[in-house]
C-alpha cells in the first residue's frame, strides 16, 4: 500500500469537489467574450496604439440602456451611443448632436428635427431619422425601463417621414424637452428589432453594444474591465485617442494605489481621505468640483400629518417634529461645515434645497444658509415651550407627554452616514434633543421609510437629473401615497406651483417659479441638507494631457474630456 | 455488506440536508424585505408604474405560497390557488430545470453569471489549497516526528499565529507591501484589455495576479492544515505498531512514511473535505481585498446590492458543495480505511 | 481520560499549566487584555465618546507624542479606540462564546446521554446547521435584524455551537459507558443525579477548553463581519476600526497606523486564547508528551568504566 | 542441570540497570543490577508480579526504552559485542535480525491499515540481502504455515484476526529473519486459556525444531513449568532468584519464590488453601531501604530492612539474594 493511493485519492476529493460545484459546466477562461461584428482593429498605426487605462470602483449593472440603473453604465452609454441633444459641462444648456436643426409650433406640441446626413453605426449600417423614432417608441412601448421610459411620457407620437426629418407630437407643451432627450440613445433599428416582446427586451445583454457614438465595444468583462475602441471617422467629435479601458477595483484604496504606481492613467473617484495624498503625489493631477450627475445628502424629517397618513402605513413620526420651531432649531444646531470636514474630509460645500448647486440656472443660490448658533436653536426651542422639565438634559413637548427624543436611521450603504450621525448627535445633543442612532440595510430602510412613514429622522440622498422637475416632485402631496415623499410635506402653494413649472414654456419664468419653491421648502425646513458632495478625480500629467477641468462640473469619463485627450508628447 | 448500507444512508442524508438548504434558502429571502425595483439607487424618475412592472417581471407579484401573499410584511392569502401560480413551486420547478432566476441587479440568468464566476474561484483556491495542504501537512508530519523541539514549538507557534490572523487583513497588508515594494499588480484576474502575444503569456499575466492572493490563501489554511496533522501524527507514533515498526530495525523515515502517515491521513481527509466544501466562504474576503473576480467577489457583491437572486444561488451551491464534500470524506473514508471498507 | 488526571482544583491546574510556556504566554496575553479593557477609562489618554473640536488636519494624522498611534478617519485617536475596543471585542467574544456553549453544551449532552433516535436526530440537525455555510447566514440574519451588537452577539453564538455540540456528545457517550456509572444507576441514581454528579464534572473541563477556542473564533467572526459591513458602526470594535480604516481610505492615504493596530490587536487576543487553549487542552486531556520515535535525551548514560559514544545518531 | 548446558552462550546481561527520570518524584529504578544467560535453544522464563521491571529489562536489550528511560550501567554482551556500544544503526541492523520481540499487547501492535502479509514480508525484506527479496512472498507462506495461519489468510487485515490468530501472526512475524533470541513479552496474557496452550505448544515446537533460543516473560507459573528451562525470578527491579526449572520448583531458596509457588495451583501435590501475599508490590519510586521484599517477607530480620542482600551463588545454575542464604 504505497502512498501514491493517498495522493491519488486526494487529488480525487478534488476533482470530485470541483466537478460537483454547481449543475454549470465551468468554461475555458473566455479570452475575448465576444469579437464585435463591426469593422476590423483601426489600421494598426506606425506607432503603438494610444490606450487610455481608467480606474473606477464600480462596474455596470448591464449593457442594455433600457434596464441599466447604475452611474457606470450611463457613462458607457454616454461614449458608446449618439442622443438628439448633448449637455455641456455647465449643467444646463444643451446643444444639439444627431439633428443639425429643430423648429418647434407655435403652442410648443410639435417638435420636427433635422438629422444631419452620413452618420454611421459601428457596423457600418448608416443611422437615419427610421433609428430614431425606432428607438424613442421602443422606450415608450416598454413601461417597466426604470429610467428611460419615464422621459417619454408626454411624447404623443414619434414619426419619421424621411430618413433625415424626426417629428415628435407632444400631449402638452413642456419646457424642458431637450432634458428629456439627452438621454434616449438611438438604438440601431436592424438589431433591437429583434428584441421588441416584454421578456426579450430585458433579456437582451447588448455586449455587442453597436452604437454611433466615438467610442466602438471591442470587449466587456462584468466586474473586471470594459475595452473601447475610438470610432475615428465619427461624424462630430473623432476621439485622439486610440483604445479605452475602464477598470474596476473593487477596494477603493486600490484604486488610489493603481494611479499611484501608475497603472491606470486617470481614475473617476476615490476615498475623501485619500486627496491630501494624493495632491502631493508625483506627476498625479488632483482636481475636484461638483459632479455631472450631483447626489444630494438630505437629513429627512417625518413631518407627516397624522390626516394625511397612507393606507395600513404606520405613520409613528413625532409629534414635536410637526412643528417648524424645532426643525429651525435643529437647522441652526447642525455644523454642516465640521460635517463636511470630518465626513468628507473637505470634498462637499454646505446644501440649502434639494436642487443642488450643479443644476446651474435651477439652483436658487439667492438663499441665506442658516447661520450653526446653538444659543440661538436653545432660544427657539425655549419660546416655543420645549423645556427640560426633568431636568435630564432632554428637552420635554410642550405638554410634557414625550421627551425630545428622535431615532436616527441610516442606510448602511452610505460610507459616510455613521460618522455624520456622530456630529449630529452630538450638537444636536447640546440643544436638548436626543437621538438613538441606527444603522439600516437599504431596503429595510425603504420598507420604514415610504409610504410606511415608521421613522423620526433619516440620513438619505437622492441621485439627481439634470433637470429639477422629478426631484422636487417628491415634495408634492400626490406623491405621499407612492413612496416617492419621504417627508409627508403637504402645501398646496406648492403643488400649484409645481404644476405651473410644468407647463411654463419661457426659460427665466420657470426660473423664478423653480426658485420660488425652493425658497418655500427652506424657509418650513423640510429638510436640512447637510452637503453637495464634491467629486474628486485625478489624473497622471506624464500619460495624457487636454483634460476639460475649467468647467462648473467636473467629468473626465465624460466625451467631453474623452473625445479631446491626446498622448503627452 | 455493512459498508454499502452505510453509504447509502449517508448519501440519503445527503440528499434531505440539500433539500432542507433549498426550502430554507428560498423562505429566507421572502422574509427580507426588499424590492428589486428599488434595489440599487434612489432616483425620483423611478415611476411606480415602472416599479410594478419590474415586480411583475421577477414574478414577485404572484403570492409566495398558498394562503401566504406576502412574508414582508405578512400577509395572507387565498389558499386554493392553483400551486403553480406560487412563488415557491415555480421555484423548486425551475431549479430541477437548471434555472436559478434572474439576478436584480444584471437582468442576467444567475445560472450564468455563477458558471463565469466559479472557474476563477477553482483558478485561485485550487492551487493555494493544494499548496496549503502538502506544506501544512509536511510540517505537522515534521513537527510531530521532532516533538517538543525547536522545530515543532517554532512551526507550531507559526501555525497559531497564521490561523489567529484575520484573513482580509492578512490580505491588504500583502496587497500593499506587493504592489508597491514588488510592483505587484493590484487587484483583478489579468491586465485589463491587454492583449496577448500567446495564451502562455496570458498565463503568465493570470500566474503574476494570483501570486498575492494564493501566498494569503496559503498561509492562512497553512497554519490549520499543520496543527490537525500535528496531533494526528502524535497519536499514531504513541500506538503500539509504531513500536513494532521501530523494533523491525525500519529506518525513520520509513517508519513515518508508510507506517505513520497512512494512519494520520484518515482524518485529516474529513477535515481537507470540510475545508474544501467551505472554500468559497473563505474566498469571500480575499477576493474582495484583490479585486478577484470569483464566486466570493459575487456574494460581497450581491450583498451590497441585495440582488436576492444571486444570493439566493450562491448559497446554494455554496450549501451543496459542502455537503458533497462531507459525503465524499465519508466515501473517501470508507475506501481508504480497511476497516470500514470489510466491514 | 480517566478521573485522576482532572485536576479540579485551580491550584492544581496552575501546577500543571506552569509546565507548558505557551499556555503561561497565552494566559499573559488574555489576562493582559482583559486588564486593558476593565481599566479602560484610566489607561486612554482620550474619551472616545466625548466630542472634540476637529479639523482637517487631524484626520489620520501621523503618529505623535499627542497621540501614540495616531488618528483614524474620524479625528479620534486610535490607541484610545484600541483601548475602549477591547471591551467591545471581548463582550462579543465572551457572550457569544456563552450562548454557543449553551446551546452546544445541552445539544450535545442530551444527544450523548439519551442516545438512540433522539442522538441520531439532534446529530443530523447538528449536521446541517454545519453544512448551511454560516458566513452568508450570518449576512442575511444581521441584515434582518438591524446591525446591533446585541444582534450580532446573538447570530454568531446562534450558529457557533456545532462543534461543541459534537465534542460534548462524544465526551457523554464515553463517559456513560463507565463502570462507575452504571453501578451508580444499578443502584437507583436518576438521570438527573448522574448527569450533575458524573457526567457533568468529566464534561465541563473539555467545554472549558473548546470555550477558549469558541471565543477566538468569535471574535474573528465579529471582525470579518464588520469589514465586510454587517457590524454595528455605532459601536467601537476592533473589527469596525478595521472596516472605517479599510473603506474610508487608510491605506492611500498612508495611514498604516490605523490598519495595522486593530489588527494586531485582535491577532494578539486569539492568539492568546489559542496558546491558552493548547495549554488547557494539554491538562485537561494529556497526550503522551513523548512517542516511540522521540529522540531520547541520552539513551544511555555515559558508563563511568568504559566511553561509550551512544548518540551519534545519523539521521535516519 | 539445564538441558541446554553445554550449548553455546548467545545473550549475557551483566549487572543491567535502567532508571525512568519523571517531573516531579526524580528518578525511578525501574531496573537494578540483573543479570542472566541464554544459550542457544534454551527458553528462558522471567517471572514477577506486574511492575517488577522485567518488561523494561526486555526493552532495555532491544533499546526500545520510551524517551524518559536510561539504562545506566550494565553490558549486554550478544554475540561477542556489548549491544550497548553499538550506534543507533547498527542496533537498527541487530533488531528483528538477531533478536526479535514479541509485544504483550498483540490486538494494536499490527498496524491496522496493512495487510498483514505485507508486515510480515517487511521484516523479512528489511534484513535480507537483495537476492533473497524475491523469495519473500514464498517465505512468508511458509512462516504462516508454521504458525498454523492458512494461506489465504496472508492479504486480509488484522482487524479480520481472532486474538490468537493475531499473536500467531506476530510470531511469525518475529521469525521471519530466523533470529537467534525471540523475546516474547507475556504472549499469552491477553488469550483464553484454550488458546494460551496452543501458542505455547507452538512456541516449544518452534524452539526445539529451528534452534531459537526464547525469554518468555510471564506472571504465570504455569507457562514457566510448561516450556521454560530455565527461571529469572523478579521482584521490585532486582533478580530475586535464578536457577534452572527442576530447582526452582523443587528447592526454591528465596522466601519471595516459595510464596510465590505457594499461591500457584499445583496438580501433583493437592493444597487446601492457597496462601496469598500480603502487601503490595513496592513503587519504584519509593523503594524501601535494604531489600525490596522485606516488608512483605515473613522471614525478614533486622539486617533485611537496612542492607541490601548480594546476589549470592548457590549452585552451579542457582543464585538468590537474600542473607537467610548467604553462605555463612
Same mark, same amino acid.
Given at each position: ?451 410606511? +412613514? @415608521?421613522?423620526? #429622522?433619516? !440620513?438619505?440622498?437622492?441621485?439627481? =437629473?439634470?433637470?429639477? $422637475? ?5 415634495? &408634492? ?44 421648502? +427652506? @424657509?418650513?425646513? #423640510?429638510? !436640512?441638507?447637510?452637503?453637495?458632495? =464634491?467629486?474628486?478625480? $485625478? ?5 495624457? &494631457? ?24 | ?343 | ?316 | ?328
Amino acid at each position: 500500500m504505497s502512498t501514491q493511493k493517498w495522493s491519488v485519492s486526494l487529488l480525487m476529493v478534488l476533482v470530485l469537489v470541483v466537478a460537483a460545484c454547481g449543475g454549470t459546466t465551468p468554461q475555458a477562461p473566455a479570452a475575448a467574450a465576444t469579437q464585435p461584428a463591426a469593422t476590423a482593429q483601426p489600421t494598426a498605426a506606425v506607432t503603438e496604439p494610444a490606450v487610455l487605462r481608467i480606474g473606477w470602483g464600480g462596474s455596470p449593472d448591464t449593457l442594455n440602456p433600457g434596464t441599466a440603473v447604475l452611474a457606470e453604465a450611463y457613462t458607457l452609454f454616454e461614449l458608446v451611443y449618439d442622443a438628439m441633444y448633448q449637455l455641456q459641462l455647465d449643467g444646463s444648456t444643451y446643444t444639439l448632436e444627431l439633428a443639425d436643426s429643430v423648429n418647434v409650433s407655435e403652442d410648443g406640441l410639435v417638435w420636427t428635427f433635422h438629422i444631419r446626413p452620413g452618420i454611421k453605426f459601428h457596423d457600418g449600417v448608416p443611422l437615419t431619422a427610421k433609428d430614431i423614432a425606432f428607438s424613442y417608441n421602443y422606450y415608450q412601448a416598454h413601461q417597466d425601463f426604470p429610467y428611460l421610459s419615464v422621459y417619454t411620457v408626454y411624447f404623443e407620437s414619434v414619426e419619421a417621414p424621411d430618413d433625415s426629418t424626426v417629428v415628435i407630437k407632444l400631449t402638452q407643451a413642456i419646457p424642458n424637452m431637450e432634458s428629456q432627450l439627452i438621454f434616449l440613445y438611438v438604438l440601431p433599428e436592424h438589431i433591437w428589432s429583434q428584441y421588441t416582446d416584454a421578456t426579450a427586451a430585458v433579456e437582451f445583454e447588448n455586449e455587442a453594444m453597436i452604437g454611433s457614438g466615438p467610442f466602438k465595444m471591442v470587449e466587456y468583462r462584468q466586474n473586471e474591465f470594459v475595452h473601447l475602441a475610438a470610432n475615428k471617422d465619427h461624424y462630430l467629435t473623432p476621439p485622439k485617442v486610440d483604445e479605452l479601458v475602464f477598470q474596476t477595483f473593487e477596494n477603493q484604496d486600490a484604486l488610489v494605489q493603481a494611479i499611484r504606481t501608475g497603472q491606470v492613467d486617470m481614475i473617476t473617484e476615490m476615498p475623501m481621505t485619500a486627496v491630501p495624498g494624493l495632491r502631493t503625489a508625483e506627476n498625479v493631477k488632483l482636481v475636484t468640483g461638483a459632479p455631472l450627475s450631483p447626489s444630494i445628502r438630505d437629513v429627512i424629517f417625518n413631518q407627516l400629518e397624522p390626516e394625511n397618513c397612507p393606507p395600513d402605513a404606520a405613520c409613528t413620526g413625532h409629534p414635536a417634529l410637526r412643528d417648524r420651531n424645532v426643525r429651525l432649531a435643529l437647522a441652526h444646531a447642525t455644523d454642516k461645515q465640521k460635517i463636511i470636514d470630518v465626513a468628507l474630509l473637505g470634498l462637499g460645500t454646505p446644501g440649502r434645497t434639494l436642487v443642488a448647486n450643479g443644476l446651474g440656472m435651477w439652483y436658487n443660490s439667492s438663499l441665506q444658509d442658516y447661520a450653526f448658533d446653538i444659543a440661538e436653536a436653545n432660544r427657539i426651542l425655549d419660546q416655543a415651550g420645549y423645556a427640560d422639565t426633568d431636568g435630564d438634559g432632554v428637552r420635554q413637548m410642550p405638554d410634557g407627554s414625550a421627551p425630545l427624543l428622535f431615532r436616527l436611521y441610516w442606510p448602511s450603504d452610505i460610507e459616510a452616514a455613521p460618522r455624520t450621525a456622530e456630529m449630529l448627535a452630538e450638537t444636536w445633543g447640546q440643544v436638548g434633543v436626543k437621538v438613538q442612532p441606527q444603522a439600516f440595510d437599504p431596503d429595510a430602510l425603504t420598507a420604514v421609510c415610504c409610504p410606511n +412613514f @415608521d421613522f423620526d #429622522v433619516i !440620513i438619505w440622498g437622492w441621485g439627481s =437629473d439634470p433637470d429639477p $422637475a422629478f426631484l422636487l416632485g417628491t415634495l &408634492t402631496t400626490e406623491q405621499i401615497p407612492t413612496g416617492s415623499s419621504e417627508t409627508g410635506y403637504s402645501n398646496p402653494e406648492f403643488d400649484a406651483l409645481f404644476v405651473e413649472q410644468g407647463t411654463t414654456l419661457d426659460k427665466t419664468k420657470r426660473q423664478e417659479i423653480i426658485w420660488e419653491m425652493q425658497r418655500i421648502v +427652506f @424657509d418650513d425646513v #423640510v429638510y !436640512i441638507i447637510p452637503y453637495y458632495e =464634491d467629486a474628486a478625480q $485625478a489624473y497622471r500629467t506624464d500619460r495624457f &494631457t487636454g483634460w476639460i477641468i475649467d468647467q462648473p462640473k467636473l467629468e473626465l469619463s465624460d466625451p467631453s474630456s474623452l473625445t479631446v485627450v491626446e498622448p503627452v508628447k | 455488506m455493512r459498508g454499502y448500507r452505510y453509504l447509502l444512508n449517508k448519501i440519503a442524508w445527503a440528499c434531505l440536508t440539500v433539500l432542507f438548504v433549498i426550502v430554507l434558502n428560498f423562505f429566507l429571502f421572502r422574509i427580507l424585505p426588499g424590492d428589486p425595483a428599488r434595489a440599487g439607487i434612489r432616483d425620483p424618475r423611478m415611476t411606480v408604474q415602472a416599479q410594478e412592472a419590474i415586480r411583475v417581471r421577477f414574478g414577485l407579484d404572484k403570492p409566495v405560497i398558498n394562503c401566504f401573499e406576502s412574508l414582508n410584511p405578512l400577509r395572507l392569502g387565498k389558499c386554493g390557488v392553483n400551486p403553480l401560480d406560487t412563488q415557491f413551486f415555480i421555484y423548486i420547478r425551475n431549479l430541477f430545470r437548471g434555472e436559478l432566476g434572474f439576478s436584480y441587479h444584471t437582468n442576467r440568468p444567475v445560472v450564468d453569471m455563477i458558471g463565469e464566476r466559479l472557474w476563477n474561484t477553482i483558478l485561485l483556491t485550487g492551487p493555494a489549497q493544494i499548496l496549503s495542504i502538502v506544506l501544512g501537512m509536511g510540517l505537522g508530519l515534521l513537527a510531530a516526528w521532532k516533538a517538543h523541539t525547536a522545530i515543532d514549538y517554532a512551526s507550531l507557534i507559526g501555525s497559531l499565529v497564521a490561523w489567529s490572523v484575520p484573513t482580509f487583513w492578512l490580505g491588504i497588508l500583502l496587497l500593499f507591501w506587493g504592489s508597491s515594494k514588488l510592483g505587484l499588480p493590484i487587484g483583478g484576474k489579468m491586465t485589463a484589455g491587454a492583449t496577448y502575444a500567446s495564451t502562455a503569456e496570458q498565463w503568465l499575466d493570470v500566474l503574476r495576479h494570483m501570486l498575492l492572493p494564493t501566498i494569503t490563501f496559503t498561509i492562512v489554511y497553512m497554519g490549520e492544515y499543520m496543527l490537525y496533522m500535528r496531533s494526528a501524527v502524535l497519536e499514531v507514533l504513541a500506538e503500539d505498531y509504531t513500536l513494532t515498526a521501530k523494533a523491525k530495525g525500519l529506518k525513520t523515515s520509513r517508519i513515518l512514511r508508510v507506517h505513520a502517515l497512512p494512519n494520520a491521513l484518515l482524518p485529516m481527509v474529513t477535515i481537507i473535505a470540510l475545508n474544501l466544501g467551505f472554500i468559497v466562504s473563505g474566498a469571500i474576503f480575499i477576493e474582495t481585498v484583490f479585486s478577484w473576480p470569483g464566486l466570493g467577489l459575487a456574494v460581497y457583491e450581491a450583498l451590497n446590492r441585495r440582488d436576492y437572486p444571486m444570493l439566493q444561488g450562491l448559497f446554494l451551491l455554496l450549501a451543496l458543495s459542502v455537503v458533497l464534500a462531507n459525503l465524499v470524506a465519508e466515501l473517501l473514508y470508507s475506501v481508504l480505511d480497511p476497516r470500514i471498507k470489510t466491514g | 481520560m480517566s478521573e485522576q488526571t482532572q485536576t479540579t482544583s485551580l491550584r492544581g491546574l496552575w501546577a500543571s499549566l506552569k509546565r507548558n510556556p505557551m499556555a503561561v504566554a497565552g494566559l499573559f496575553m488574555v489576562l493582559f487584555t482583559v486588564l486593558l479593557a476593565l481599566f479602560a477609562p484610566l489607561l486612554a489618554p482620550y474619551n472616545p465618546k466625548e466630542s472634540v473640536r476637529v479639523t482637517v488636519d487631524d484626520i489620520y494624522a501621523a503618529p505623535s507624542s499627542a497621540h501614540w498611534l495616531g488618528t483614524d478617519d474620524a479625528g479620534k485617536d486610535v490607541f484610545s479606540n484600541l483601548i475602549y475596543g477591547t471591551r467591545v471585542s471581548l463582550t462579543v467574544g465572551f457572550f457569544a462564546a456563552f450562548i454557543s456553549l449553551a446551546i452546544g453544551g445541552t445539544i450535545g449532552l442530551v444527544a450523548g446521554f439519551v442516545g438512540g433516535r433522539v442522538e441520531n436526530l439532534l446529530m443530523r440537525f447538528t449536521d446541517v446547521i454545519l453544512v448551511i455555510p454560516d458566513l452568508p447566514l450570518i449576512m442575511v440574519l444581521v441584515a434582518l435584524t438591524k446591525p446591533s451588537l446585541v444582534n450580532i452577539i446573538i447570530v454568531i453564538g446562534i450558529l457557533g455551537w456545532t462543534g461543541t455540540a459534537r465534542l460534548v456528545r462524544s465526551q457523554t457517550l464515553s463517559v456513560k459507558e463507565r463502570k462507575f456509572v452504571l453501578r451508580a444507576r444499578s443502584i437507583g441514581a436518576g438521570n438527573f443525579y448522574l448527569i450533575r454528579r458524573h457526567i457533568f464534572p468529566s464534561v465541563f473541563p473539555l467545554m472549558m477548553v473548546n470555550t477558549v477556542l469558541v471565543i477566538s473564533l468569535a471574535i474573528l467572526e465579529e471582525s470579518s463581519l464588520a469589514f465586510i459591513g454587517l457590524g454595528d458602526p455605532t459601536t467601537l470594535s476592533w473589527g469596525q476600526m478595521l472596516n472605517f480604516a479599510f473603506t474610508r481610505g487608510g491605506m492611500s492615504s498612508g495611514a498604516w497606523w490605523a490598519l495595522i493596530s486593530p489588527g494586531f490587536a485582535i491577532v494578539w487576543v486569539v492568539l492568546g486564547l489559542t496558546l491558552l487553549g493548547q495549554g488547557l487542552e494539554q491538562v485537561f486531556n494529556p497526550r503522551l508528551e513523548w512517542h516511540h520515535l522521540s529522540k531520547a535525551k541520552r539513551m544511555v548514560r555515559r558508563i563511568i568504566t568504559r566511553s561509550v559514544e551512544s548518540d551519534k545518531e545519523e539521521a535516519s | 542441570m539445564s538441558r541446554v548446558d553445554g550449548a553455546p552462550l548467545l545473550l549475557d546481561v551483566r549487572d543491567l540497570s535502567i532508571d525512568f527520570s519523571t517531573h516531579d518524584q526524580g528518578a525511578m529504578h525501574a531496573v537494578e543490577n540483573v543479570s542472566f544467560m541464554l544459550r542457544e535453544g534454551e527458553v528462558l522464563g522471567v517471572v514477577g508480579e506486574s511492575g517488577c521491571g522485567k518488561t523494561t529489562a526486555m526493552l532495555g536489550i532491544l533499546r526500545l526504552l520510551p524517551v524518559t528511560g536510561r539504562i545506566v550501567s550494565g553490558e549486554i554482551l550478544f554475540g561477542g559485542r556489548d549491544l550497548l556500544a553499538l550506534s543507533e544503526s547498527e542496533m537498527a541492523d541487530v533488531r528483528w535480525k538477531d533478536i526479535a520481540m514479541i509485544f504483550q499487547g498483540a490486538m494494536n501492535a499490527l498496524n491496522p491499515v496493512h495487510r498483514v502479509g505485507d508486515q510480515i514480508a517487511e521484516a523479512y525484506v528489511q534484513h535480507a540481502s537483495k537476492a533473497d527479496r524475491a523469495s519473500a512472498d514464498e517465505r512468508v507462506c511458509r512462516l504462516l504455515d508454521m504458525v498454523g495461519i492458512s494461506r489465504n489468510r496472508k492479504n486480509q487485515y488484522p482487524h479480520q484476526y481472532s486474538g490468537g490468530m493475531r499473536q500467531r501472526a506476530m510470531i511469525a512475524m518475529a521469525l521471519a529473519c530466523t533470529p537467534q533470541v525471540v523475546i516474547a513479552d507475556e504472549p499469552t496474557t491477553a488469550l483464553d486459556v484454550m488458546v494460551q496452550a496452543q501458542i505455547l505448544e507452538l512456541l516449544k515446537s518452534l524452539c526445539d525444531s529451528i534452534g531459537v533460543a526464547i525469554i518468555v516473560v510471564t506472571h504465570d507459573l504455569g507457562v514457566v513449568a510448561e516450556v521454560c528451562d530455565s527461571v529469572l525470578v523478579m521482584y521490585g527491579g532486582i533478580a530475586a532468584e535464578y536457577a534452572d526449572v527442576d530447582t526452582l520448583f523443587n528447592a526454591a531458596q528465596h522466601p519471595y519464590t516459595r510464596l510465590l509457588l505457594d499461591a500457584f495451583p499445583d496438580l501433583t501435590r493437592p493444597k487446601d488453601r492457597l496462601t496469598s501475599i500480603p502487601g503490595y508490590p513496592p513503587r519504584l519510586n519509593a523503594l524501601p531501604p535494604g531489600c525490596r521484599f522485606a516488608p512483605r517477607c515473613p522471614a525478614a530480620f533486622d539486617r533485611c530492612h537496612v542492607e541490601q542482600p548480594g546476589l549470592s551463588q548457590l549452585g552451579r545454575f542457582h543464585s538468590a539474594s537474600c542473607f537467610l542464604v548467604e553462605p555463612k
